[in-house]
């Protein structure tokens, strides 16, 4: 996919997006750096897109290139990343097609809009948050996308961005204001993973094995992009990954097309208490749970990181959250 007459990139320890990423994981010293093999003009933007995007793919192969190392006892594999098969991936929605239809990306209310006094980044692809962010605001759910279209943006134009996200998502929808660049970057940035030890064991021992995660067995809590590509990702290192969906709140099928792949899918309401033994059975032998849902929501189900950890000595939690931990 890329040229074979391109010369790689330098490795981790000199290429600084994939070094900072790898140290924000908590990654050891290099015995064999990542290199890439360059494709010009991928993933082109105006922000360095294509260096985070290439970073986040080296770190996840050389954290399985360890992992695969570790348990077969045989040296690290050396990694090389190919940036055209990177910048594919980035954008793997464009590259589906389901019965010769392209997949529906975002839904017409969904995208960055303007406010009164900036902008908010409005998510309405699902019919719950649709329909809870033209409540909040006051919207009749009448007319087609693009009357709504109209009647929204003219509604925000009203209103703070601070006001949008607060009424928003006080209703159980999903609006974030967005916060302008500052005009030079902090002393120190937020930190991109936070790490925490979670008391009651050691997760098991893993047994050479011809792929990285094989037998490992993940429980897939997630939604929208974030999460699924993330259990995606495990799925293709060998890992045995459950999707798991609440009966009334369905993933959209065109994105399930997109990052579903390689894992088994169940639908579980963990209200219910007959779903909610199913699903204990299954924690009590999984080795990782991958949540992505809004904060706060399944700790309300007794499923915060501790108490799982509690229940399944050594399960390794995982969460994301891309609107705020809040």
């Known amino acids: 996919m890329a040229s074979r007459r391109e010369h790689p990139r330098p490795g981790t320890d000199r290429d600084p997006a994939t070094a900072h990423a790898w140290a924000a994981v908590g990654g050891g010293p290099l015995t064999e750096p990542v290199t890439y093999e360059t494709a010009p003009g991928a993933l082109a933007a105006r922000l360095p897109v294509l260096e985070a995007a290439r970073a986040c793919v080296g770190v996840c192969s050389l954290a399985a290139a360890e992992l695969l190392a570790r348990r077969s006892a045989i040296p690290v594999p050396a990694v090389r990343i190919h940036e055209a098969a990177v910048a594919t991936a980035f954008v793997s929605e464009r590259q589906l097609r389901i019965d010769g239809r392209t997949p529906t990306s975002f839904a017409p209310l969904s995208g960055f809009r303007p406010a009164r006094d900036g902008w908010v980044r409005i998510h309405a692809n699902y019919p719950h948050h649709r329909a809870r962010l033209l409540t909040a605001l006051g919207i009749p759910d009448s007319g087609g996308d693009d009357f709504l279209t109209g009647a929204l943006t003219a509604e925000l134009a009203s209103r703070t961005a601070l006001e949008i996200q607060e009424t928003v998502y006080a209703a159980g929808g999903l609006a974030v204001a967005v916060a302008e660049a500052p005009p ?27 792929l990285p995660a094989d037998g490992v067995r993940v429980l897939d ?60 059975r299954l924690l009590d032998t999984a080795d990782v749970l991958v949540t992505g849902y809004r904060p706060g929501a399944l700790d309300a189900l007794g499923l915060g990181p501790a108490e799982v950890a509690a229940r399944r000595p050594g399960l390794i939690v995982a969460r994301l959250d891309a609107w705020g931990d809040r």
């Open 184 to 210: 030079h970057p902090p002393a120190e940035a937020p930190p991109l993973v936070g790490i925490a030890d979670l008391e009651g064991g050691d997760p098991r021992p893993l047994p050479p094995a011809p």
């Open 221 to 280: 809590l997630t939604r929208v992009i974030a999460g699924p590509v993330a259990t995606r990702t495990l799925a293709l290192f060998g890992a045995d990954v459950l999707r798991i969906d609440p009966p009334l709140l369905p993933e959209d099928p065109d994105a399930h097309a997109d990052t579903g792949i390689g894992k088994r899918s169940a639908l579980l309401d963990l209200v219910d208490p007959g779903d909610r033994r199913v699903f204990d």
